[in-house]
Every structure is written in structure tokens, then in C-alpha cells.
């Protein structure tokens, strides 16, 4: 496909380009930590004899990665607002790939006893430091090039970077268990999706270094208007954002771990462990996702963040019960159904206006701190543990789900009470200044 050059002579689209395909690359391999955590960490990195507690042990390495992620946000935060947004997101790819390649280095508890798990929760936790650093980075690159009225959508190139690296990396997987077999997949087989990570990187990188900042943050810092501790500001004057931005992330994090990580553990349980429905109903979601994603971002250009959000919200802690009595039924179809609808259509109401919302909702000054720390806050207590409650939880069920139902639909009354309150800001005339200046909800 040819594209004019004057399509990349637009700041907006290039800063947008080059996020989605920046995000695509980080994204793919931290789901391929998630995607493995799910199909063969549990019975390669912890001691044999106890499925149960294997399979906790695994999820709980995963939210290691989401427990650092805050720290990368703050520490990104401070400099993506006193230096700029592009040295952060080159910094974080860098970080991001070392990780991930030395992922498929590492050798397993059959080989170095508990120093495997130990070598695992190291990587994972570089990982989640690169994690807490990338999305507020290309997110506000995207948002702060845009014009009114078009943020939500280039906002979104970003937030496709997420369900395009979720269908690699669920792909990658997919095609090399089916070209080695289940054995020689779980002797070395998974090990190739973290070692071919190598290559996306380096081609990140390329594109990374010819995106610059946005106009409205190179005036803000030519003029001296930076703030010296953006954290501190942004806690002294824009606290309440922050716990809005931090319960939007609850439900829609939350839920997009348990469809695409526990899910794939309660299908295996359902279908068989080399069954390969779980991946095959992630994998169609995520191409469902590169339409999706940016159709509900646009829409939020013209109707509002809001009524999108709440949608979400409600709509998908209403939801989650069908999915686990889709997988109940044993019927392959269901499953995927429920999938596609849970993610596609609840989640990606409040995924895709996401970054223009969140990026909105704080000043040049500190809207790199802002947007990240609550962004990865909520990603914290809802996407890194979720999978692990889910786990304890239908171990207290004695089987069933519906104490998850429960955790879930108390996420979805959090993210809506959060989405009601924060303010309108899709007709914001621009995003120029050190504060916010929303107009009127018109829901």
C-alpha cells in the first residue's frame, strides 16, 4: 500500500505512526510474558507436584512486572516533563527489549533449582519498569500534536499498539507450537517469540529517534514554563485527576487480564492444556482490535470520553458472567464469541478514547506525571493482580467463578463512579497551558 508523502509530513499522523508501531513492539513483549505465564511458566520455572500452587507462583511473577510499573512512571514522569517525551520512549524500548531477549536466555528450574524463578522475577521486573515508562510517553506525542477535535482518534494509533502486540505475541506462540509440537514447544520451542523480539527492536529504535516533541510542550520548555518537581505539582494541584485517571484504568485493565491471562488458564482447565481455543479467541479479539480500538476513540470525538466510558464500565462487569458460562458450555464458538464481545466491545469503549481522555485531564506542565502515574497505578491493584485473585478466588470458589464475578463487577462500580466524575473534555479547545480548562459535560 502506497501512502502520499504529504501523510507523513503531518506531525500528527507521524507522531501517531510512530507510536503505534513504538507500543506495538513494547507491548508484544510484555504479553509475551503474559501469554507464557498463562501456557508453560507454571510448569517450567517452579517446582513440579502441585498444579494449584505452580499456577499461582507463575501469576504472581506477572504482577510483579505491573508492580513496577509505577516506579517507571514516575521516574518517566519527572523526566518526560522536565527533559521531553522522545528520550523516555527511547530509553524505554532499550529497556523493554534487554528484558524480553534475555527472557529466552534464562534457564529453568530443572536446571538452577529456585534461581530460575528468582532470574524470572528480575526480567519481569525490568519489564514492568519499561512498561511504566512507554505509554505516557507516546500517548502524549500522539495527543499533544493533534488538533481539536481529533485527539481521540490519534490518541488511538497508540492504544492499537496494544491489542497488535497482543495478536503477535499470541501469534507468535500459535505458530511456533504448531510447527514444533506440544514437546518440543515446552522443551524450547517458547523460548523463540522472546529471542526474535530482538529484530522489532531494533526496528522500533529506527523509528523512534526521527519523532520529536509535540509544539505545545518544546513552547512550554523554550519559554522556561516547566514545572522543577512535576510530581509534586501534579499531587499539590491535580490530585483529584490523578485517583480519577488511577479508578478509569480498574475495570478496563482488570478485565482485558482476565479474558486475555486468566482466561487462558480457565480454558486450558475446560479444554485441555494444549488446547489451542484460548489463544485462537485472543488472537481473533486482537485483529477485532485494530478495528475497534480507534472506531470507539472517534466516536468519543463526537459524542464525549464519557458516556463511552460508562458503557464500558457497566457494561462489561454485566458481562464477564456469560464469558466463564460460554466456557462452561464446552462450546468453541461461545468462547470466542465471548471474548471478542467482553474485550472488543466493553473494553475498547474505555480503551480507545483513553490516552486523548487521560492526556486532557492534566497541563503541559505536568501531563506526562499525570497521565502515567494514574494510568499505571490502576494498572497496578487491577491488570497485574487480577489474574492472581482470579486464581485465588476460583480456588475459593471451590471451582466456581462467581467470586470473581464479584471482584469484577466492584472494579466496574469503581471505574464508572470514577468516569461520572471526572471531567468532559472532548470539546477542550486546546490543550495549551499549564491547567485545565474542560467545558461542560453534555451527558
Known amino acids: 500500500m502506497h501512502f502520499p508523502e504529504r501523510t507523513f509530513r503531518n506531525p500528527a499522523t507521524k507522531a501517531g505512526i510512530g507510536g503505534f508501531v513504538g507500543t506495538t513492539i513494547e507491548w508484544y513483549d510484555f504479553y509475551l510474558y503474559g501469554t507464557a505465564t498463562a501456557l508453560v511458566f507454571d510448569r517450567l520455572f517452579f517446582p513440579a507436584g502441585n498444579p494449584t500452587a505452580s499456577t499461582l507462583a507463575a501469576f504472581a511473577t506477572f504482577a510483579a512486572g505491573f508492580g513496577a510499573r509505577p516506579v517507571g512512571a514516575l521516574v518517566s514522569g519527572h523526566l518526560g516533563d522536565r527533559v521531553g517525551r522522545k528520550p523516555m520512549l527511547v530509553a524505554s524500548l532499550l529497556m523493554m527489549g534487554f528484558a524480553t531477549l534475555a527472557i529466552g536466555f534464562l534457564p529453568t528450574y530443572v536446571h538452577i533449582g529456585l534461581a530460575a524463578p528468582a532470574l524470572l522475577v528480575a526480567v519481569r521486573l525490568l519489564q514492568g519498569l519499561a512498561a511504566g515508562a512507554e505509554w505516557g510517553g507516546a500517548a502524549l506525542l500522539a495527543v499533544e500534536h493533534a488538533k481539536p477535535g481529533r485527539r481521540g482518534w490519534y490518541g488511538s494509533m497508540v492504544q492499537v499498539g496494544s491489542p497488535t502486540g497482543m495478536l503477535l505475541a499470541s501469534g507468535g506462540f500459535a505458530t511456533v507450537r504448531l510447527l514444533v509440537g506440544d514437546s518440543a514447544f515446552d522443551a524450547w520451542g517458547w523460548r523463540v517469540p522472546f529471542l526474535v523480539s530482538i529484530v522489532l527492536i531494533a526496528l522500533g529504535l529506527v523509528i523512534r529517534v526521527k519523532l520529536d516533541d509535540g509544539e505545545i510542550f518544546a513552547r512550554a520548555r523554550d519559554q522556561q514554563e516547566l514545572a522543577r518537581w512535576p510530581l509534586l505539582e501534579v499531587v499539590r494541584t491535580q490530585q483529584k485527576n490523578l485517583w480519577l485517571t488511577a479508578g478509569m484504568r480498574l475495570s478496563q485493565n482488570g478485565g482485558y487480564s482476565i479474558y486475555t491471562t486468566f482466561g487462558l488458564t480457565y480454558v486450558a482447565q475446560h479444554f485441555g492444556t494444549h488446547n489451542d481455543l484460548g489463544l485462537t479467541a485472543i488472537l481473533i479479539s486482537s485483529a477485532v482490535g485494530l478495528v475497534s480500538t480507534p472506531a470507539w476513540a472517534a466516536l468519543s470525538d463526537r459524542v464525549g470520553r464519557r458516556p463511552l466510558y ?104 469503581l471505574t464508572a463512579v470514577s468516569a461520572y466524575l471526572a471531567a468532559e473534555t472532548y470539546r477542550l479547545p486546546s490543550l495549551d497551558g499549564g491547567t485545565l480548562r474542560p467545558v461542560a459535560a453534555t451527558t
Do not use: C
Open 310 to 413: 460508562l458503557f464500558g464500565a457497566i457494561g462489561g462487569g454485566l458481562f464477564l458472567p456469560a464469558h466463564f458460562l460460554a466456557v462452561n458450555s464446552g462450546s468453541p464458538v461461545l468462547v470466542v464469541l465471548a471474548v471478542v464481545i467482553g474485550i472488543n466491545v466493553f473494553q475498547d469503549a474505555m480503551y480507545g478514547p483513553q490516552a486523548a481522555w487521560f492526556s486532557e485531564l492534566f497541563g503541559t506542565k505536568v501531563r506526562y506525571s499525570g497521565a502515567s502515574i494514574g494510568y499505571q497505578f490502576g494498572s497496578v491493584v487491577s491488570g497485574g493482580l487480577a489474574p492472581l485473585i482470579a486464581a485465588a478466588l476460583l480456588v475459593a470458589g471451590g471451582g466456581s467463578p462467581w467470586l470473581i464475578v464479584l471482584f469484577f463487577a466492584g472494579l466496574s462500580a
